[in-house]
């Protein structure tokens, strides 16, 4: 069984650009989540999915990240304009449903300089 | 709002040597728990999990425990090899969200 799938693996740009992230889930998996983890500190959860819809997006910096997952499938996570602090490891996961085991993709190293 | 201590931050430890890692959290009325092991700039693997009505959970030289009552939980790792070095990090699911530990960084020593 094919695992989370996360491109790209590393990223560099100046601060102020943007910057995408695609995931794509586990087949079947009805949640997905993105987290975002800086060196030294465990993920923190950014967004979670359910099929196409947002249930929780408490910690979400909606005035520069945004994300969707549109049919319910794959996703996308975007930051514009990215900032200092947003470098760090973003992590995509998912699982069969909110309460089930999480599966992560291998994330996406972001600098910014 | 849920918090995950695990201490110690770092451990080394001889080959063959059994490990022991603790997790602590503050809330008890979780849904389940998991441990994952994370390599240098790898994702997170899935060890266990633990759900909040079981006690512990066994995979091959893994071994997890929960008391759900004191907010604790211990992976213990028998029998080490230099291949268990990595970040081993404990996760508690509540609210439809997983709070996550540090992690405690293990190095095995051949």
């Known amino acids: 069984e094919a695992g989370v799938a996360q491109s790209p693996r590393y990223k560099i740009i100046e601060k102020r650009q943007s910057v995408a992230f695609w995931c794509n889930p586990i087949s079947g998996h009805a949640t997905l989540y993105w987290y975002q983890q800086i060196l030294g500190q465990g993920p923190k959860l950014l967004i979670q999915?359910?099929?196409?819809?947002?249930?929780?997006d408490s910690q979400l910096p909606k005035d520069r990240f945004s994300a969707e997952r549109l049919k319910g499938v794959d996703s996308t996570l975007k930051i514009q304009p990215a900032k200092l602090e947003d470098s760090a490891v973003y992590l995509c996961a998912s699982s069969l449903g909110r309460t089930g085991e999480q599966f992560f993709g291998p994330g996406t190293r972001l600098t910014v300089l | 709002k849920q918090e995950v201590t695990q201490i110690p931050a770092a451990l080394s430890v001889p080959e063959g040597e059994n490990l022991v890692l603790n997790c602590s959290f503050t809330d008890s009325a979780i849904y389940n728990l998991q441990w994952f092991r994370q390599d240098p700039g790898k994702g997170l693997t899935s060890l266990l999990l633990?759900?909040?009505?079981?006690r512990e959970q066994t995979s091959g030289r893994l071994n997890a425990s929960l008391d759900k009552s004191s907010g604790r939980s211990t992976l213990y790792i028998a029998a080490s090899q230099p291949g268990d070095s990595a970040t081993y990090l404990c996760a508690v699911l509540d609210d439809y969200k997983l709070s996550f530990g540090a992690g405690t960084t293990v190095t095995v020593r051949a």
């Open positions: 999915f359910q099929n196409n819809g947002v249930v929780d």
């Open positions: 633990i759900q909040s009505s079981q």
